[in-house]
Antibody, heavy 119, light 107 residues
Framework: QLQLVESGGALVKPGGSLRLSCAAS????????MAWIRQTPGKGPEWISY????????LYADSVKGRFTISRDNAKNSLDLEMNSLRVEDTAVYYC????????????WGPGTLVTVSS | DIRVTQSPTSLSASVGDRVTITCQAS??????LSWYQQKQGKAPKLLIY???ALETGVPSRFSASGSETDFTFTISSLQPEDVATYYC?????????FGQGTKLEIK
């Protein structure tokens, strides 16, 4: 049974750092691009980053470029998001999502983890 | 960047009604549009991809059509469990963008 479970969400001060993780199971993790998507209450989801199957290719939305780093460990079936220089506007629920073999199409999502950036 | 705009932003309908939501892309995205359902407190769920292809396991009362810039999502006979917010999303080019959502309620 396919499962994605995020962890690491917390309350952090502006300028701080946080590392999110996503544990994947029930599918061939190494065969799928993976993504991080976030959502603030009452708004549509916002794609922020994705990573290729090997981890060689990574892409970011302009809103997080230079501050966030996506990575993966195919041996451990895990996906990470390192977040630095956090801003109040980064407050959101962060989801990891599996790409459906078509870049940008997300067929499975984790339940999400809440990141709150506040002083 | 390509933007997608949904309408209406909210919708109230009766059980059994036919419900339609539209999505307009700011430029030609061919067939690269998907539709998601998000129930309160849950992650989005993929319903439709490639503008009209039904994801495995999704009930056939859900359908969609369109191409280029204009797309439509339909529920043929609204059921109580369809209460949710629905989002369209373009995946023609980066950055992948979601619409602002259509909140669907039962009248």
């Amino acid at each position: 049974q396919l499962q994605l479970v995020e962890s690491g969400g917390a309350l952090v001060k502006p300028g701080g750092s946080l590392r999110l993780s996503c544990a994947a199971s029930g599918f061939t993790f190494s065969g799928h691009y993976m993504a991080w998507i976030r959502q603030t209450p009452g708004k549509g989801p916002e794609w922020i980053s994705y990573i290729s199957t090997s981890g060689v290719t990574t892409l970011y939305a302009d809103s997080v470029k230079g501050r966030f780093t996506i990575s993966r460990d195919n041996a451990k079936n895990s996906l990470d998001l390192e977040m630095n220089s956090l801003r109040v506007e980064d407050t959101a629920v962060y989801y990891c999502a599996r790409d459906k073999m078509v870049q940008g199409l997300f067929d499975s999502w984790g339940p999400g983890t809440l990141v709150t950036v506040s002083s | 960047d390509i933007r997608v705009t949904q309408s209406p932003t909210s919708l109230s309908a009766s059980v059994g009604d036919r419900v339609t939501i539209t999505c307009q892309a700011s430029q030609d995205i061919s067939k690269y549009l998907s539709w998601y359902q998000q129930k309160q407190g849950k992650a989005p769920k993929l319903l439709i991809y490639d503008a009209s292809a039904l994801e495995t396991g999704v009930p056939s009362r859900f359908s969609a059509s369109g191409s280029e810039t204009d797309f439509t999502f339909t529920i043929s006979s609204l059921q109580p469990e369809d209460v949710a917010t629905y989002y369209c999303q373009q995946y023609d080019s980066l950055p992948y963008a979601f619409g602002q959502g259509t909140k669907l309620e039962i009248k």
